[in-house]
C-alpha cells in the first residue's frame, strides 16, 4: 500500500500543493498535518508510522516534511527500512536502502537542515531589527480599523449581526458575525468595569 504524508507548520499555510503531488502519486491513504516540524509529536505521523508495514510505500514531498533535524531523518529512515518500507521523497527521489542512497539522504537531510537554521536565524535579525523602530507592534496587524469597528457598532444599535455584516460589506470592510460578536461583547465588558 502506498501511504502519502503532507504536513505545514501553521495553521494559515496550506497543504494543497502537498496533497495534489501526493495524489499524482497515487497514495491510497494520505495523512495530514498542522503542526511545526521542530515538534518531536505529530500525532498524525505516528498514528501514519504504526500503519506501515513490509511492502507499503511511504511517499513525502520533501525531506523536512517528515523529520525535524538531520538525526531524526535518519533514524526514521532507518526504522522505515528495516520494517521493509521503502521511501520516495518526490523532489529527491525513491530512497534506496543501499550505502549510496542512505549517504545521499544524509546530505540531502544536513541541507534541509540547514536551510531551515537559516530561515530562523534571518527571521530573529529581522525581528531585532524591527524591534528597534519606534513604531514596532509585536504580532499580526489588526485586520480592521478602529473607525470600522465603530461604524459596525453604531449600526449594532438598530440592525441585526447578519444586517450590519452585509452593510459593512457593501461599504467595503467585509466584518464577520463572529468578529461582530467579539467586538460586541469586548465592549460591553468594558462598559462595564
Known amino acids: 500500500m502506498k501511504f502519502g ?3 505545514v507548520s501553521t495553521m494559515h499555510q496550506d497543504l494543497e500543493s502537498q496533497l495534489q503531488q501526493l495524489k499524482n502519486e497515487n497514495c491510497d491513504k494520505i495523512y495530514t498535518e498542522k503542526i511545526s516540524g521542530t515538534k518531536k ?3 498524525e505521523f505516528q498514528r501514519l508510522l504504526s500503519q506501515l508495514k513490509n511492502g507499503d510505500s511511504l511517499v513525502v514531498t ?3 516534511r517528515f523529520a525535524r533535524n538531520t538525526k531524526d ?5 532507518q526504522d522505515l527500512f528495516s520494517n521493509g518500507v521503502r521511501v520516495h521523497i518526490l523532489n529527491m527521489g525513491i530512497i534506496e536502502n543501499t550505502p549510496t542512497g542512505k549517504l545521499i539522504f544524509s546530505i540531502f537531510s544536513a541541507f534541509a537542515e540547514f536551510e531551515r537554521d537559516m530561515i530562523v536565524e534571518r527571521t530573529q535579525e529581522g525581528k531585532i531589527i524591527a524591534k528597534q523602530r519606534p513604531d514596532f507592534r509585536e504580532g499580526r496587524p489588526k485586520k480592521y480599523t478602529k473607525y470600522q469597528l465603530d461604524q459596525a457598532m453604531e449600526l449594532l444599535k438598530t440592525m441585526s449581526y447578519t444586517q450590519v455584516e452585509k452593510e459593512m460589506a457593501r461599504r467595503g470592510s467585509t466584518i464577520s458575525k463572529s468578529t461582530l460578536y467579539r467586538e460586541h ?5 468594558n462598559d462595564e468595569l
Not at 531523518?73 to 529512515?77: D, V, Y
Not at 461583547?185 to 465588558?189: E, H, V
Request: hydrophobic share 35%.
Open 41 to 43: 509529536d505529530r500525532p
Open 185 to 189: 461583547a469586548k465592549r460591553k465588558r
Open 73 to 77: 531523518a535518519l533514524e526514521i529512515i
Open 5 to 7: 504524508y503532507a504536513r
Open 62 to 64: 520533501k525531506v523536512d
